[in-house]
């Protein structure tokens, strides 16, 4: 039994260390192919090596002989490869590459009137609120989005030799003109869905009928997501289309991984995605993120989630002395407001704005990011004595996190507020490695002594 824990916890080391330690998770330099075979993450089960191209290999994945299909866990996208012989579709999206969502918008549920006024996110407008118009710099704007795009097509160079000015442009915001485009970048959607073997993963998944057990329960909470988006909700102008592609995406990845099935903290993840890509795109999206970032977390048991809430405890003891007293002395868990904050990477915590910028600088910086916001959303909201004394127990602990202030919330307060702010809040590489192999030490030996 102590063998099999050794070797359970041994195995989840080897999986998150390249998690923990890489700044950027796309790879920024070329690899030998030997490299990748010595470096590749375990996969779930058996398949062919990145570079066997035969086609035996794509076969059994178009004929639909092996079930569950396999996704290989390759390198991100290498920067430049998207101009392939299979085409970009990043670039140049067809009629027949897109979700429904990009179909004509839908009236008839409204009985034939005009959709109901939204704001510039899509989120329908409370009551009589009037939208009120954002003053926006135009040129500015456009300057930006010259250079993300500029970036966008020549992104081997800019990962390559220029990875501080891809950080610091993301830290700034993406343009929201480009922001999908971006994310599908950053996170190496673009390569698995263009370049390599996954590349026919998708439509493979979106044949299959998933198990009734999953399809259940993801049809229960299809209804719960962001329901006054415009994407999302009956009333919206895309009607009942939203909700499908959100069904057709997280059915999608049961079928691709059954031994996990689906966890309610991945429709808000995967909603998230559908507003600002075509299905297939955000397809792609959701597997990286699963895959590379946010790995174990949404597994039966969150022993992963469970892990960073150790480092996390941690990080608090360092950076917050007063809230880590604080909570130590309440019995305050990390998961107890962890699993909302990670699982769903804030979007169901934050405004929407904060959201975005916190999306960018997670896809490009990896997860670090969630730890470093989680840090200053807690040394502010409990990193006085006089806020101690207001929240003195356990209850009144957890109502504050649920119902944080707004001030320290926003965008311009997390990201940007000089004394504290994420972009330069020192948390490097080498900090984030030594606290995880510390928590990963830990659990090793309450392993043992059970």
């Known amino acids: 039994m102590d063998n099999m824990q050794e070797s359970t916890s041994s195995s989840l080391l080897s999986t998150e260390l390249d998690r923990m330690t890489v700044s950027c998770p796309p790879e920024t330099m070329a690899a030998s192919s030997s490299e990748v075979e010595d470096t590749a993450t375990p996969l779930p089960r058996p398949i062919s090596n990145e570079h066997d191209m035969s086609t035996s290999g794509i076969d059994c994945v178009l004929d639909g002989?092996?079930?569950?299909?396999?996704?290989?866990?390759?390198r991100p996208e290498r920067?430049?490869?998207?101009?392939?012989?299979?085409?970009?579709?990043?670039?140049?999206?067809?009629?027949?590459?897109?979700?429904?969502?990009?179909?004509?918008?839908?009236?008839?549920?409204?009985?034939?009137?005009p959709p109901l006024p939204?704001?510039?996110?899509?989120?329908?407008?409370?009551g009589?609120?009037?939208?009120?118009?954002?003053?926006?710099?135009?040129?500015?704007?456009?300057?930006?989005?010259?250079?993300?795009?500029?970036?966008?097509?020549n992104w081997r160079y800019y990962m390559d030799e220029k990875f501080d000015t891809v950080r610091n442009r993301?830290?700034?915001g993406i343009p929201p003109s480009l922001r999908g485009r971006a994310w599908k970048y950053l996170c190496g959607a673009t390569y698995q869905m263009e370049i390599s073997q996954n590349?026919?993963?998708?439509?493979?998944?979106?044949?299959?009928?998933?198990?009734?057990?999953?399809?259940?329960?993801?049809?229960?909470?299809?209804?719960?997501?962001?329901?006054?988006?415009?994407?999302?909700?009956r009333t919206g102008k895309y009607g009942e289309s939203g909700k499908e592609d959100l069904f057709n995406l997280l059915k999608?990845?049961?079928?691709?991984?059954?031994?996990?099935?689906?966890?309610?903290?991945?429709?808000p993840v995967a909603s998230v995605l559908l507003m600002h890509m075509p299905l297939r795109d955000a397809f792609y999206c959701f597997v990286q993120i699963c895959h590379k970032y946010l790995p174990g977390y949404y597994s039966p048991g969150l022993e992963n989630l469970q892990i960073d809430g150790?480092?996390?405890?941690?990080?608090?003891?360092?950076?917050?002395?007063?809230?880590?007293?604080?909570?130590?002395?309440?019995?305050v868990d990390p998961v107890l407001y962890m699993v909302e904050w990670f699982m769903c990477i804030y979007c169901r915590t934050l405004p929407w704005p904060t959201v975005l910028r916190v999306w960018d600088m997670f896809l490009c910086e990896g997860v670090k990011i969630l730890f470093k916001v989680a840090i200053v959303l807690l040394k502010y909201g409990f990193g006085t004595s006089d806020q101690c004394k207001r929240y003195p127990d356990l209850h009144s602990i957890v109502t504050r996190l649920r119902n944080l202030p707004p001030n320290i919330m926003t965008e311009e307060f997390i990201v940007e507020k000089p004394s504290f702010q994420v972009s330069e809040m020192s948390l490097n590489d080498a900090e984030m490695e030594k606290l995880h192999f510390r928590a990963m030490k830990v659990r090793q030996m309450r392993f043992a002594q059970k």
Not at 252 to 267: D, F, I, M, S
């Open 252 to 267: 999608a990845w049961t079928v691709l991984h059954p031994e996990e099935g689906y966890c309610q903290g991945q429709a």
């Open 310 to 331: 150790d480092i996390l405890n941690q990080l608090l003891k360092d950076k917050s002395r007063t809230t880590y007293k604080h909570f130590k002395k309440n019995n």
């Open 65 to 74: 002989e092996v079930d569950p299909v396999p996704f290989e866990r390759q």
């Open 199 to 233: 590349r026919f993963v998708f439509d493979h998944c979106m044949k299959q009928p998933g198990e009734d057990k999953f399809v259940e329960e993801i049809q229960k909470d299809l209804n719960r997501q962001f329901p006054d988006h415009e994407m999302f909700a």
């Open 128 to 153: 009589n609120a009037k939208l009120v118009p954002t003053p926006i710099d135009v040129d500015k704007l456009r300057s930006r989005e010259k250079k993300w795009i500029a970036m966008l097509e």
């Open 118 to 126: 939204t704001d510039k996110f899509g989120f329908f407008l409370n």
């Open 79 to 113: 920067p430049g490869e998207t101009n392939s012989r299979h085409g970009s579709r990043s670039d140049s999206l067809r009629p027949s590459d897109c979700s429904t969502l990009m179909e004509d918008p839908l009236e008839e549920e409204n009985g034939g009137e």
């Open 170 to 172: 993301c830290r700034k």
